[in-house]
């Protein structure tokens, strides 16, 4: 970890991805500054991809009718009290009717004027479309909570308010209440130099870490729609309204819950864990919880010297925040097994407040970026996943239990344990061109594609009576525990920064969210290959895999290049075939999700194009498979998370607002939501129909 004196002014350039010094700091603790964790020999993805930008794209360019260039319509709303519309540039004066004219343009779904790229410090959002704040960092939703004082702030406040910088967001039904919906929200993790005026890096204080603790984790809060307008709004003090934080007791469950690996002086039964941390990405169940992906847990532990912790990017002297100088346990020299029970995918029952969450570690132990789900044909789950770092693999989870109807407890009991048995697969990827056609400039392969096949790779199954390791040499705790070790001895394929990862409900095809890599191709680091199109890769891109008769329990699949990410006018991008002079540009996917149509909606972290981060949609099938637009833009430093795409309604949440090299609570980067003089606090934002009528239609 680097302080903060020497980043203050370092050019946003320098650091991979785009992201700010500030963000790689206390988000991922300067991942890509830190030496490439996968020190194996495993095959690169972009050694698999790199080639085929596709004969595919000439094909359908001469096939589907060509639609104008994005940018006409676009409508920023500042989100101050009573601010009102502003344009997001320059509009030509027939935008309006250029809106109009567009809507009834594109796949159902995505009907909408595009927004231009743009650098505006506020939420912009389609001609014809408004929105609003729905929830603020450090608004009150317990009972009894104070209202929010940036400046008397307290652990106990923060406990009972909204936690900070949300990330994945769910929202579930109400029976019973009318025009009510339950909102579940990742609190990722914590800007302090934007949460306490005069803070110092080097000298936390104690109350600064403990209000730190409690702004991590999760919340649970009902919202209410005023149905005239779209809007919707918190209820306080509802009784299903919950926080999570770094401190609440979970319970470790699965082949590894009780191992000696997981066993601490606070906790010798290796069963009970102090809190959540780094929550990124999620998904919800068919059986009604919520799931939430420990990411870059490795950032709040200290003083590590072991081969393992390197593995996972912990680093050897003090952490970013100096948590350890007032808890041991995030002190590794202290309590070496601290670390280990971290890096899971966590099971919230948002339905009963007083339940204790799960940490299940039969989905393994790496930077989940999240965890969806899909039942099989005879109902069990299939959960699949990606570990967030350069050069990591992604897996799938396929559970042996059947879930159960109903809403008793018995029930509910039951399906939580759901992915407590099962097997443990990590993806393995083969390309279908000769290795010397792939030079990862984006050139095509002799035969015009970038596909393949794969393989799910067993690593461990676990059952009621115990668990097998499939991994030679590894036990199944340390399977569960060293994941990343496990992928590297069995050859999973090495890919750039897998994320979220999600099955379209309408077709079953898988979507992987691969954001970027810079690293890929320099210096000793693997190369392109045909599953990776372009070596110094900083856009990103996105791959489509299908699963063997669409079954999601398959050992076996298809995959092929659904976008390459970047400008249109750059040759080396791909938008699965659609003519590029009508697509959006975009850059770094992250979290995906679909609408009702089948449209695949990507939201955007660290674009590398000179505007702000977004929410794009993209259709999947159909003449229009490829078309892009964009449907809105964050503010100055922010990054987009969570989407929700509902018929009438799109949710995101706007994390890290204002998280520029340099800023401060003294010299704040942006002044979003609230206006010059306030805090900048990162919040939740609906966005509407002005007419009432569906997004996109």
Known sequence: ???????????????????????????????????????????????????????????????????????????????????????????????????????????????????????????????????????????????????????????????????????????????????????????????????????????????????????????????????????????????????????????????????????????????????????????????????????????????????????????????????????????????????????????????????????HTALGRFKHEGATVRLTADGRPVVYTGDDERFDYFYKFVGSKRMKRGHGRAVREHNMSLLDEGTLYVAKLTGDSPAIEIDGTGKLPNDGEFDGSGEWIALATATADGAVSHVDGMSADEVFVFTRLAGDKVGATKMDRPEDIEPNPVTGKVYVALTNNSNRGVGSNAKADEANPRNANKHGHVLELTERWNRPESTRFAWSLFLVAGDPDDPATYFAGFPKEGVSPISCPDNVTFDPYGNLWISTDGAQLGSHDGLFGVATRGERRGELKQFLTVPKGAETCGPIVQDRRVLVAVQHPGEIDGASVEKPASTWPDGPGKYVRPAVVAVWRADGCDIGV
């Open 1 to 359: 970890m680097r302080k903060l004196l020497p980043l203050i002014g370092t050019p946003s350039g320098s650091h991979p991805g785009g992201r700010s010094a500030m963000t790689c700091r206390f988000r991922c603790g300067d991942a890509c500054f830190h030496e490439v964790p996968n020190t194996s020999s495993n095959e690169y993805v972009g050694d698999v991809i790199a080639g085929a930008l596709s004969r595919r794209s000439m094909m359908r360019a001469a096939a589907v009718v060509t639609v104008a260039a994005a940018g006409a319509g676009a409508v920023g709303v500042a989100q101050a009290p009573q601010a009102g519309a502003v344009p997001a540039g320059t509009v030509p004066a027939d935008a309006a009717a250029e809106a109009a004219r567009r809507k009834h343009k594109g796949a159902r779904g995505l009907r909408f004027a595009p927004v231009a790229p743009n650098t505006t410090d506020a939420v912009t959002v389609p001609e014809g479309y408004r929105q609003n704040v729905v929830i603020r960092w450090g608004e009150p939703i317990l009972r009894g909570a104070p209202a929010f004082d940036p400046e008397k702030q307290t652990a106990k406040a923060q406990a009972g308010q909204f936690g900070y910088n949300c990330d994945f967001l769910a929202l579930l039904p109400l029976p019973g209440e009318r025009n009510r919906q339950l909102l579940v929200a990742n609190h990722e993790y914590t800007d302090e130099v934007l949460m306490f005026r005069g803070y110092d890096a080097a000298n936390p204080t104690r109350e600064q870490a403990e209000i730190a603790w409690a702004a991590h984790g999760l919340s649970a809060v009902v919202v209410e729609e005023d149905r005239r307008t779209g809007k919707l709004t918190p209820v306080p003090r509802h009784q299903l309204n919950r926080r999570v934080t770094a401190t609440t007791e979970f319970r470790l469950t699965g082949p590894a819950a009780g191992s000696d690996l997981v066993k601490t002086s606070a906790d010798p039964t290796g069963t009970k864990v102090l809190g959540t941390l780094n929550n990124c990405a999620g998904g919800t169940t068919p059986w009604g919880t919520t799931l939430h992906g420990e990411e870059n847990f490795n950032q709040y532990f200290a003083n590590s010297s072991r081969a393992s912790d390197k593995r996972y990017g912990i680093g050897t002297g003090a952490s970013e925040r100096k948590w350890e100088r007032f808890d041991k346990r995030f002190d590794v020299a202290q309590e070496p097994n601290e670390v280990h029970r971290f890096g899971y995918v966590v099971e919230l029952d948002p339905y009963d407040p007083t339940s204790t969450p799960r940490k």
